[in-house]
């Protein structure tokens, strides 16, 4: 009743006028804050979150192990993958309206079964179930379960681009688990890990990579696992550091490590941070991480609930955001998992807040890191022209890439770079 028009909640009503405003605020300040179904209906596009993050599907918590702060290895997107036939897999993605099917190659299983088990067992042998579990650029990574091997699931490797299946595996473990997936920025490498049960501590396990299989154009492609020492770590790539660094993150200690050796390159302890980092993402150009810090892991309502952003290239902390609330079972999984989130020019980010009557959601704005005409064009065209449309723009293939972050195009003009964040 007469409040469409209301400025309550700063509201926009146009992508130019979001810019302005934009423009108008200093660095790392709050832009709005709004709730959670104004910002999903009209805000979300004015305010240049464009791509295709899925901010309203509970994502499978029922599926998960232990703590709810799960990495976001799908960079927001929720792809449901189910069972056409016995042989035949479908891909949905509800925010392109995807869909697509996929014949299973059989998968060699070595004995490494317990016999008997079946003997012991009331589960249905033929029961199967599955979960995309990573995705970067085309790249999906499928988990596929079943009560035959109940130890040792399958994991398919799906270039969407192509549509077809270009690898797959298995892993060994003691216990039937869902498995993290990381994909690096160039999908030179693939490391995986069982769903932990804990952040807090690793005990000694192992874990066994087995039957990896790739079509002879992927290669150059490594699939790899996380050593068991860093099991309790947290762990994202990042677009500067490339496909050979990750960065591993424990308590207040921030690291970039080696993934063939696990050698530190270098390290930073005893950040500014109210408490342990249990997430961690990285921005599209890799220029900033945001890290979430919650205590007691294992609660469902925080006592510390704390996002905050780091300049990659100094560790230094530039902002922290307080987003301590209320406990919301239908939407705690999509706020714990797909927040926060990066906008695709990099210049917000957005940060959910669970209040006692309401969901909140607030954009802040993050400041210029890289001095040059490529990136200052790509901030503002990102929010002025939606993410889906990029590719529509009559610009050159390489200008196309550099704003849709493709690999190999996200490093333009880091050598421009004048001073810290």
């Not at 146009?14 to 209906?41: A, C, L, M, T, V």
């Not at 079509?215 to 490339?242: D, F, Q, W």
């Not at 496909?243 to 005893?270: C, G, M, P, Y």
């Not at 969901?359 to 005409?373: A, Q």
Request: overall charge positive.
């Amino acid at each position: 009743m007469g409040n469409s028009n209301s400025s309550k909640y700063n509201l926009s009503h146009s992508r130019h006028e979001h810019w302005r405003k934009i423009s108008d605020y200093e660095n790392f300040g709050q832009i709005q804050s709004i709730p959670y179904s104004k910002w999903i209906k009209s805000q979300r596009n004015l305010g240049g979150f464009t791509d295709y993050a899925d901010f309203t599907t509970c994502r499978e918590s029922r599926l998960r192990h232990g703590v709810l702060v799960k990495p976001d290895n799908t960079g927001g997107r929720y792809l449901i993958p189910s069972f056409k036939s016995k042989f035949e897999l479908v891909i949905v993605e509800k925010q392109r309206w995807f869909m697509s099917n996929y014949k299973l190659p059989r998968v060699p299983v070595p004995d490494f079964e317990d016999p008997h088990w079946f003997q012991r067992s009331s589960h249905n042998r033929n029961r199967r179930e599955c979960s995309v579990i990573g995705y970067h650029d085309n790249l999906l990574v499928v988990q596929i379960n079943t009560n035959r091997y109940y130890l040792s699931p399958r994991f398919y490797l799906i270039d969407l681009e192509t549509n077809e299946i270009v690898g797959h595996f298995l892993i060994f473990y003691h216990c039937r688990r869902w498995y993290e997936c990381y994909i690096s920025p160039c999908k030179k490498q693939i490391l995986m890990r069982p769903d932990n049960l804990t952040r807090i501590v690793s005990l000694p396990d192992n874990y066994i990579l087995e039957n990896v299989c790739l079509k002879s154009a992927y290669t150059n492609m490594e699939v790899n696992v996380v050593p068991p020492t860093l099991r309790a770590h947290v762990i994202c790539y990042n677009s500067i550091a490339g496909d050979n660094l990750v960065l591993v993150a424990f308590h207040k200690t921030l690291e970039i490590r080696r993934t063939d050796t696990w050698e530190i390159v270098r390290s930073v302890q005893n950040l500014d941070l109210p408490t342990g980092i249990q997430q961690m993402k990285s921005s599209p150009l890799g220029d900033f991480v945001a890290l979430r810090c919650v205590s007691p892991v294992h609660s469902k309502e925080y006592s510390v609930n704390v996002i905050a952003v780091l300049d990659f290239h100094t560790f230094n902390v530039l902002m922290k955001v307080d987003v301590k609330g209320c406990y919301w079972p239908v939407s705690e999984v999509v706020n714990l998992q797909v927040f926060p989130h990066f906008s695709p020019s990099e210049a917000t980010i957005a940060v959910m807040r669970n209040c006692t009557y309401s969901r909140k959601v607030m954009t802040y704005k993050l400041p210029i890191c890289r001095f040059n005409f490529q990136y200052l064009c790509r901030r503002a065209i990102l929010h002025l022209v939606s993410f889906r449309d990029v590719h529509k723009l009559p610009l050159p293939a390489n200008i196309v890439n550099f704003l849709l972050a493709k690999p190999g195009y996200t490093h333009i003009g880091v050598s421009d770079r004048r001073h810290p964040c």
